[in-house]
């Protein structure tokens, strides 16, 4: 029980330093992980820290090993995940081989967030539920083969019927569609990706370029979605 204990703490410390944006230090671990320590029985400040700190080494020297191509670094007083030197280059020519990330416009995104879990949709149904025209944006989802067309429904007019593409679940690290989070999970992913994108902008006093609210402009403020992760 102990043994699993222990490796269910090193779990999370490896999974919270490798997902950290900045140098995550023992303090920040240590709160976090409150719920695992106390479960092991630590309730001590001073033990706790002991226990993240032997665990953290424990892992800085298992990637410390040859057999990794990542490494574990004290930086700027915490700890982050790094590419070791030596494979700096082979790295390198990987990152140029990437494609740029997708940049979509707030209205593109809540189209195809509606197509997403409404298809196969026609643009009429999509304009029907966003409440404003989006036959302006399909064809910029089209061009991002993030959705292709999907045949044409059998009512009056034969409308074309669109549905996601394999790009999509790749660029969103899904399996299939089934991994989707719920409608009210994905709202808010494009939300904060969106306002995270202003903020610089804002910051800087310039004012965001945001498309109007009837309207699907293509060329007002790109934003980019946060939902893969490079590495």
Known sequence: ??????????????????AAETPITLEQIIQLLKETLAAQGV???????????????????????????IEIREVAGGYRMSTKPEQHEVVREFARSLKPPVRLSLPALETLAVIAYKQPVTVPEISDIRGVDSGGVIGTLLDRKLVTTA????????PILYRTTKEFLMRFGLKDVSELPSMEEFEKLV?????????????????????????????????????????
């Open 1 to 18: 029980m102990i043994l699993a204990l222990t490796m269910s703490l090193k779990a999370q410390l490896e999974a919270i330093i490798y």
């Open 43 to 69: 309730s001590d400040e001073a033990e706790a820290r002991s226990r993240i700190r032997s665990s953290v080494e424990e892992l800085v020297t298992e990637y410390g090993s040859p057999d990794h191509g």
């Open 151 to 158: 045949g044409r429904k059998q009512v009056i007019g034969r």
């Open 191 to 231: 939300t904060e990706s969106f306002q995270a994108e202003l903020l610089p902008a804002e910051s800087a006093g310039q004012e965001p370029e945001v498309a109007p609210a009837q309207t699907d402009n293509e060329h007002a403020g790109d934003v980019v979605p946060e939902a893969e992760k490079a590495g």
